[in-house]
């Protein structure tokens, strides 16, 4: 029996061989963006740079303004000892959870524009960057708020072991 301190680092190692399968260049993610590529006819190297800005804005500007929407406020409740509802709770550790894992997705974006530069094209540290983007956003944060805890738990390991592959990635080049 697997202690219960190794059970979360244990859960993300194991994430990360199945957002390598994942994100591979001829994988699931890549045949959904692929489509997104050729309709906007940016370039490549742009988008990596849009999705940076769209999960900063939503991590730094959207979810900020939404919590001054709440009706009780949970940081503020603990010094005023004001009981919150569960749905403040869950909003606020939903919204903690993104800060904590933002600078590692700006490392990993940082790293695979500079590495590629200009003439970057897509590769699986990209699709493991909208991978990760996409479950955190739009999975991830609903399906906290929602309690919908197994799904929120499982998108979380799979975004974050998304995020490990990109980084591991890089390291390969």
Known sequence: MIPSQLSYP?????SVPV?????????????????????SGVQDYRLV????????AVVYVALPLLSLMERDHVRSSKLT???????????????????????????AMIFALAREGVAWSPCSVYYS???????EVFVYFPASILEYDTLRSGVHFL???ALLNGLLEL???
């Open 159 to 161: 975004a974050i072991g």
């Open 19 to 39: 957002a390598t399968f994942i994100c591979q260049p001829t994988g699931l993610v890549s045949r959904c963006i692929q489509p997104l590529i050729a309709l």
């Open 81 to 107: 000892g004001h009981r919150v509802s569960s749905a403040d709770y869950r909003f606020a550790s939903a919204q903690q959870s993104l800060l904590d894992v933002f600078p590692f997705f700006a490392l």
């Open 10 to 14: 244990l859960f993300y190692l194991t």
């Open 171 to 173: 390291t390969t080049c």
């Open 49 to 56: 740079i849009g999705l940076g800005l769209f999960y900063s």
């Open 129 to 135: 960057l909208v991978l990760h983007v996409f479950m």
